[in-house]
């Protein structure tokens, strides 16, 4: 069974901070999804990520997948307010592509003023 | 746009009545997929249909059925709705060819309430 570990699950933390969040996964793939989700609202994608060694960035926001360590990283640098949501990153169920994703838990971060 | 739009966004059923959930894309995806998310938890897949394939995820309910009439529609059938199954139910769509592979398009999501 594909088991998908997000940490941490809750991160309070400053604004202009920097963070990571981690995602353990324990099947190989080569495929992982970033996901933002804002309370009430439904699942915006944010990274694919399909090669091992694949980095990429958005505004203040940078993902990094490592297949041979079955790990994806979602580093948030200089951190503001409007960054604060749900985060989930998720692998395919089967590695075929088309046969749906498995879900981490989530991260919920919040970021003050 | 192109998008992927669930009807109705709330949806209030009583305690064993048969509800019916509505998706539609205008994508032009292959793949329409349905997941449970109760709440603060996960997106849970219950069903995907690639193509006109229906493929049930093992531990999906008998008590949840799912209809693709077209390319663009997709239902989620709930015959018998018990307090649990409570949730936001969300459809995704993708597409998969030999260039790349697309991610999951999500819609808004529809919340259903038991009462």
């Known amino acids: 069974e594909l088991k998908v570990e997000q940490n941490p699950l809750f991160l309070s933390m400053q604004e202009g901070k920097n963070y990571t969040i981690y995602c353990n996964y324990s099947t190989t793939s080569d495929r992982l999804y970033w996901y933002r989700q804002d309370p009430g609202k439904s699942l915006e994608s944010l990274f694919v990520?399909?090669?091992n060694g694949a980095v990429k960035q958005e505004g203040r926001l940078m993902a990094s997948l490592d297949t041979k360590a079955r790990l994806s990283t979602l580093h948030i640098t200089a951190a503001v307010h409007d960054l604060s949501a749900t985060y989930f990153c998720a692998v395919d169920i089967w590695g075929g592509g088309a046969d749906g994703l498995t879900f981490g838990k989530g991260t919920h971060l919040i970021i003050q003023p | 746009d192109a998008m992927v739009i669930q009807n109705p966004r709330y949806q209030v059923t009583q305690f064993g009545k048969p509800v019916t959930l509505s998706c539609s894309q205008t994508l032009n995806h292959n793949v329409m997929y349905w997941y449970q998310q109760k709440s603060s938890q996960a997106p849970k897949l219950l069903f995907h249909y690639y193509d006109k394939d229906f493929n049930n995820e093992a531990d999906t309910p008998d008590n949840f059925q799912s209809r693709r009439p077209n390319t663009s529609f997709c239902f989620l059938d709930i015959r018998s709705p018990g307090l649990g199954d409570a949730a936001m139910y969300l459809c995704?769509?993708?597409?998969?060819?030999?260039?790349?592979?697309?991610?999951?398009?999500f819609g808004d999501g529809t919340r259903l309430s038991i009462l």
């Open positions: 995704a769509t993708s597409r998969t060819d030999r260039v790349g592979y697309q991610p999951q398009h």
């Open positions: 990520l399909l090669s």
